[in-house]
Structure formats: C-alpha cells, structure tokens
C-alpha cells in the first residue's frame, strides 16, 4: 500500500492486484487517494496508532475533508455519525475528546470507524484485538464481522490467534517465514490441515474437552527472519521433515482428495501434503 | 486552569525574594567602593565620602539594606544611581526595550530558521540537507559567540561595509539585525537539532503510519501530524530561551555597541553600582519565571495529555 519507507523496506518482485490494477505500478499519488477510500487498514494498538493530540472527532473528519473535500462542521456531523455505527456511547459530547480518554475497547472501535469512514471495498486488520482484553476482543471482533457483513466488504484480518478467524474467515492463508504455506476455506482448515505447520498450530488451541493434558506446542522457536532456513523453512521443527526438505522449497501446489477429484481453494506448500491430509 | 495559574504566580513570591537577596548580598562582597570610585584617580575626601554613604543609606548594617531595597522595589521605587543620582528604573526602562527588540528578533530567527532547518534535516534524515545542517548546527554551538559576533563585525561592517560596524542608532530596527543573528545563532543550532531528532522519532511513529494509510496528503501528514508532536519539546526550549536572550546579551551588545540591559549590567557592575545590577536581575527574573509559566501552559494546549488542575 506504500505505506512503509522505501528504503529500508522493499518489494524485490510480485504484483499487488487491486480490482485488476498492479499498485506497484501506480504513481505515489495514485496510491494515495486509493488509501484510506478504497482500501482502508486497522492497526494493532490504537493507542500509538491515534495521533495523541488530536481529538478523534478530527482524526475521524479528516477522512472526510481530505478525500470528500467536506468543510469542518460536515466532517464533525459524519465523525459523529461514525462513531455511533460502531456503537461508542455518548458519541455527541465524546467526539472532541482525546485518543487517551477512551478505554481500550473503544479506541480500537475508533479504529475501525476510521477504516469505515469512506465504505472502502477492503479493510485490512492487521491483528486489530491483540491489545485488547479478552471479554472486550471479542466484542471487537463481533462488530468488525458485522461491519463487514453489512458494508459488504472484503477484509483481510492478520492475526495469529485461530480461534478468532474461524467465525469472521471465509478463507484462511496460513503464513510461516514470510510465505504462505497454506490456503483453505475456513472449515476444511480446521477439520483437514494440509500442512504439518497448520497442524501443530490447531493442536496447540486449548480446547475444553482436553482438561487435564499438557497443551500441545510446537517445538522450537519461530525463525530469525534474517536468518531462514534452506528449503521449507518450517524443516526445523517439523515431525515430519525428510532430507527433501532441507535443500528444496516446496511450492504452493493445489490439493485435491485421495482420488485425485479437486478441492476448491486448497493448496499446500509441503513435500508431504498428501500425508499430511490423508494419512 | 485558573487556580493552577493563581498558584504558579504565588509560588513566584520566594523565588523572587530569594534571588533578589542572593544578587544583594553578592553585589555586596565585590571588591571595589562605589562611592570612593566617584573620585577616579584622585585621593577621595573621607569625610565626603562618609557623609555620601549617611545620605545614600549605605553605612546601615546588610539586612537593614536590603529591606529598604525590598521596600522601595514594592513601591516601584529601584532607588538612585551613586554616581550621578539618577532613578535606576528610568535607565533601566530605556535599556530595557532596545534588548527587548534584540531579543524578539534573535527569537524570532531561532523560531523560523531553527524549526524549518529541523523539519527538514529531520524528515531527509541522512540524506544531503539533514548532514548540511547537522555540520553547521555542531560548528554554531562549538564556536564561542563573540568569535561569531567579532568576525560579522569584521566582514558584514568593516570588509564589505554591508553593515555600520557598530549600531548608532538602538531604536533603529535594521541597524540590530544583524546583532540579533548573531545573539540568536546559538539557539537556532540548538532548535535545529531539537527539531531534527524530535521530527525524526516521530516520523516512524504508529500514528503517522496510520496517517499515511488514511491517504492524507504528505503535507498535511507533517504539517497537522508530526509538526505538533514534534515541536513539544521544541517549545520547551524557546520558552526558557527568550529570558536566556535578554539577560545573556552582554556580549553581542559590548560589541555591536547596543544600548541594552547586557550594556548597562556591563557598565553598572564596572562602576560597582550594586542597585542597578539587582534591579536589572530582578526585572530579568521576572521575565524569566513568566516565560516559563507561558511555556507550561502552551505545554496544556500543544499536548491534551496534560492537564493541570
Ligand atoms: S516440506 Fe517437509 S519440512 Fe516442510 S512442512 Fe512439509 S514435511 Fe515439513
């Protein structure tokens, strides 16, 4: 989306298609009107992402003023208006408050206003309840899946935490070192991992019926991203890692049943996907 | 607010009181007779001399002094100078603007000048300009200030005759504008590098990005984003420097020759007229403890995180 520094940061190949359009190929000031109108991001923690000091009805208005040319009071109704679709109480008398004088929950609730404030066609929420309270992540989560239901939206939620995609997720992409390692819709995910590394994430979920054992966790520690391991990164850690595994990456390939008939949206990157699911 | 500010200007009475007897008592142990300097070279008569310091008051014991000085400053009476009796508070008065207008100036270059080469430096951090000014900023502040001031002397006046080498004229606002460079070249360096590592901090900050994912325009991202937060401390910095610059141009007035405060505090404490330095210092404290009551509650309006109650 261009919204790191380049440098340090760099796309060395690829393409971002959106809506058939290559970003990469678009001018600095193309990109721009699409942030924020067409596609707009949540972040992790609302308190450093909300600009201190200024009131959230103004950092809510700005949308406004900047890509629909409103005037000050137009952009203050909308903030307004914002704020109550996400259900902030008292939005009125709160809007000219500050980022620090709202509680966590309703912080990230101003977050997700701001992202809604356009009715972009994607949203991007990059771990948007991992600073959150429990009780209060999932109310957050809640409203995001609603939003998005009735916004009609596409959303692309980055979060470590399995437990949270599979209400919101049609589909899920499983990522490790930096690459995707497996996609499928939400369902199959849970009932039929692909790949080893899935695998050991849903069994180290806590689950209610397993009172008593030691959770499952996956051994080792999670890569040097500078420092990746030759062929499939995740060979390490991996119970079922052979010799293949340490000097050939395994590509993306599709994944179909035992008989060869297609799954739609499968797809593993493993040597061994076929054990992986059937065995 | 209103209580917070009532309470700051309270708290200014034994700040005042304990600097003015501080300044009193250390005027008073310089070496030197102010009365017996009336007489320059020549032996001073004793019995004039004796009857000079009965008139003045100044064969009362310290602390009897003292209150009288204290007495008449409540009344807004500074007391007379020796040499000559005059009232101190009119010199003082017509030192005092001519710094004034010094200071505001010299101020005012740090503000624009100092703050636009920051914002720059900072936001093309390691490129060409931020080094530039990085270089200059260093030399500025490791150059004592009357090596600035003697060699625009030399080049702007005397060499290429740009300017008059000394001012003639103190109410002459052109005539001060390059003493006012000169006095402010040090602040400017320091607000420069203030502003260059504040702005720079904050540049990779969450709240920008989330600027520039809402696809703000890149002026409005440093203008209403980062500019705000990043002055904070900057602030800071101009509020305690304007006392800084009033009282602290003894050295830029010596050599551009400029009727202020730094000039006469020069002359006053050569001639050893104590009351005229403590008068000065306490006009200057006062300055000083408003500047920075200013600064604290711009502090309230730049950072909403601060309240003071
Ligand atoms: S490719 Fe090998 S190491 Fe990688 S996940 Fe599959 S089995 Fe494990």
């Known amino acids: 989306m261009g919204i790191l520094d380049m440098p340090p940061g760099k796309i060395p190949q690829g393409e971002i298609l959106f809506r058939g359009q290559d970003m990469l190929k678009m001018s600095n000031e193309e990109r721009r009107k699409i942030r924020g109108r067409k596609i707009a991001m949540i972040f992790q923690d609302a308190l450093s992402s909300l600009n201190p000091v200024l009131s959230v009805g103004y950092q809510l208005g700005e949308m406004f003023r900047v890509h629909e040319g409103m005037g000050r009071k137009e952009a203050k109704a909308k903030a307004i208006e914002l704020m109550e679709r996400v259900k902030i109480p008292a939005a009125k008398e709160r809007v000219n408050d500050y980022p620090h004088q709202f509680s966590g929950g309703m912080r990230q609730r101003i977050m997700i206003a701001m992202a809604l404030a356009l009715e972009p066609d994607l949203i991007i929420a990059d771990e948007p309840t991992t600073a959150l309270d429990v009780t209060v992540q999932a109310q957050v989560m809640d409203l995001l899946a609603e939003l998005q239901r009735e916004y009609n939206m596409g959303l692309i939620l980055i979060t470590h935490d399995l437990g949270v995609v599979a209400d919101v997720a049609d589909k899920i992409a499983v990522m490790y070192a930096g690459r995707i390692v497996e996609t499928a819709p939400v369902h199959e995910l849970y009932k039929r991992p692909a790949h080893p590394y899935t695998r050991g994430l849903l069994e180290s979920i806590p689950r209610l019926d397993q009172k008593g054992h030691e959770l499952y966790a996956i051994k080792g520690l999670p890569p040097n991203l500078l420092k990746i391991p030759s062929g499939c990164a995740f060979n390490p850690r991996c119970p079922k890692a052979q010799d293949i595994c340490r000097t050939e990456v395994p590509p993306l390939v599709p994944v179909t049943e035992q008989d060869g008939a297609e799954l739609t949206g499968r797809g593993s990157a493993c040597h061994f996907w076929k054990e992986t699911i059937h065995g | ?309």
Request: charged content about 15%; aromatic content about 8%.
């Open chain 2, 1 to 309: 607010m209103g209580r917070y500010v009532a309470r700051r200007l309270l708290q200014m009475i034994p700040v005042f009181i304990g600097t003015t007897l501080l300044i009193f008592l250390m005027v008073n142990v310089l070496p030197g007779d102010p009365v017996r300097a009336l007489w320059g070279d020549k032996p001073p008569d004793p019995a004039q001399v004796a009857q000079i310091k009965h008139d003045r008051g100044l064969d009362l014991p310290l602390w009897e002094q003292y209150l009288h000085y204290m007495k008449g400053l409540f009344q807004g009476d500074f007391g007379n100078t020796i040499a000559g009796n005059r009232p101190i508070l009119d010199e003082i008065t017509q030192a005092f603007p001519v710094s004034m207008r010094l200071a505001v100036m010299a101020w005012t270059f740090e503000l624009v000048v100092g703050i636009t080469l920051g914002v720059f430096a900072g936001i093309r951090r390691g490129r060409i300009v931020d080094n530039t000014v990085t270089i200059f900023t260093l030399l500025v502040i490791s150059v004592p200030i009357f090596v600035v001031g003697l060699l625009f002397q030399l080049y702007m006046g005397n060499e290429w005759q740009w300017i008059t080498p000394t001012v003639q004229d103190s109410e002459d606002m052109g005539q001060l504008v390059v003493p006012a460079l000169v006095l402010g070249m040090v602040g400017l360096a320091y607000v420069a590098r203030l502003t260059r590592t504040s702005i720079a901090e904050n540049r990779s900050s969450d709240y920008i990005r989330t600027a520039v994912a809402k696809g703000l325009p890149r002026k409005r991202i440093v203008t209403r984003h980062l500019l705000r937060n990043s002055l904070i401390p900057v602030v800071t910095y101009l509020g305690t420097d304007i006392g800084t610059l009033m009282g602290g141009a003894v050295i830029t007035e010596g050599i551009f020759n400029v009727t202020g405060v730094g000039n006469l505090l020069f002359t006053s404490l050569a001639r050893r007229e104590g009351a005229v330095i403590v008068g000065i210092v306490t006009v200057l404290v006062l300055v000083y403890l408003l500047a920075s009551l200013l600064v604290d509650l711009l502090y309230a309006v730049l950072d909403p995180r601060i309240r003071y109650a």
